[in-house]
């Protein structure tokens, strides 16, 4: 899947919803989805792409929109909605429901403007389905490795399989690193103080903090097939994402936003216009790792490496939100404590 290919069908994809914004699902299917399928490599005159796969559900039968198939078995479902209409939690549910029940493995939920790449998986023994990531149409070459998972080359290849595990073992890590953040970090003190003679531990211990922090945000932001995690999507049932920021006891602002990243910057902005955050970090570029920019005034890492999903602030700095929402949510806690304020996460997350 070349990148001026994955480009052009944003661009021709793009033109077609400006053209027709209440575009049915009839329409989706044949004007965006099944241009996606090509893209992917699967050969959408062969028996290896299905429309409308009937398969059997507890007592009854139902169909999946499309199953790609590989010797003769689905490996690959996509449940298409309209342009027209909003992806919810059920659309969700009833694809995951037909990947467990089927045993498929991927999954692709779509209505031509946002795109949710799913996972099956065993947990215990038992199936699981985890987002991948969410993206919308305008952030596709942002995410080509991520949508590249469902082409017919990994997936039949067994890479799109090891992709996720390599995924799967970055966020545990980075979980347990979180969870263990401070034990970790005395351990790390412990060890140079015993290799080094006459180091004292006061001066370690925060530089050993700080390698912990630098090695979750390392882990975070350096998996180029994260996406946004199936955390940009709007909460099911929910009005969006609520952040409430105090100082002492007094609630300062109340952010409510339909998508992580929005809300994310919404604070930042807050932080910045009311709180002074700006002096608080010093000039630009904001790198708090070892590689990629958080803040900057050009929507660009130090490498010259453009940010794959950014949100400009209203100071026209770029704030980087390619983040999974353990991250989004360290950093606002983060900014909030250096501007001496905190924030409570309430709805929808």
Sequence with gaps: MEEGDVKTYVKQSKSLIESSPQMNEQNTKAKLVRPLIELLGWDVYSAEVELEYSMQIGRGNTRADYALVLEGAPVVFIEVKGCDTTVTDSDRSQLT??????GVDWGLLTNGVKFEILKRRMVDGRPDEVSLGIFSLEELPQNQELLELLSKDLVESGEADRVAE???????AVEKLGEDKERIADRVTQVITDEVENVPTQEIQPLSKKYVDDLIESLDTNDTTNGNRADDIKAGGKDGYEIVIHDGGTVERIVSEEDQSTAMASVVDYLITERGFSEKIGSLPYVPGQKNAILNTEPQHPSG???RVHKQLTNGDYLYTSLNKEAKQRYMRRFADMCGVSVDLTEGW
Excluded: I
Excluded at 97 to 102: D, E, F, K, N, P
Excluded at 166 to 172: D, G, H, L, Q
């Design 97 to 102: 429901s037909y990947m467990r029940q089927t």
């Design 166 to 172: 390599r995924m799967e073992a970055v966020r545990k």
């Design 305 to 307: 490496e453009e940010m």
